[in-house]
Nanobody, 122 residues
Framework: QVRLVESGGGLVQAGGSLRLSCATS????????MAWFRQAPGKEREFVAV????????YYADSVKGRFTISRDNTKNTAYLQMNSLKPEDTALYYC???????????????WGQGTQVTVSS
């Protein structure tokens, strides 16, 4: 069974940056799309970004476009989310997910990590 482990979250001031990592187990990392979702207290989980198997195609939520960058290193079985110009409204628990399609819905992804907390202070 695949295991996804997020890291890199923390407390940062508005305007700052963080880089999240998602390390996965298994040998078939390059066969799956990878995505980031987030969930703020009292809100539903929402799509943030997704990247294709080889990394050539990416999609972003409008709320993060131009500020966040998703990437992957298939030699390290790891996906990343570089977050710049952070805002207080970016505060949430961030999850990485693995799927078989380049989707934007949580139902498109069958494996999930436990999440890493990002808190942006104003």
């Amino acid at each position: 069974q695949v295991r996804l482990v997020e890291s890199g979250g923390g407390l940062v001031q508005a305007g700052g940056s963080l880089r999240l990592s998602c390390a996965t187990s298994g040998r078939t990392f390059s066969s799956y799309t990878m995505a980031w979702f987030r969930q703020a207290p009292g809100k539903e989980r929402e799509f943030v970004a997704v990247i294709s198997y080889g990394g050539g195609t990416t999609y972003y939520a409008d709320s993060v476009k131009g500020r966040f960058t998703i990437s992957r290193d298939n030699t390290k079985n790891t996906a990343y989310l570089q977050m710049n110009s952070l805002k207080p409204e970016d505060t949430a628990l961030y999850y990485c997910a693995r799927g078989e399609v380049l989707g934007v819905a949580a139902a498109d992804f069958g494996s999930w990590g436990q999440g890493t907390q990002v808190t942006v202070s104003s």
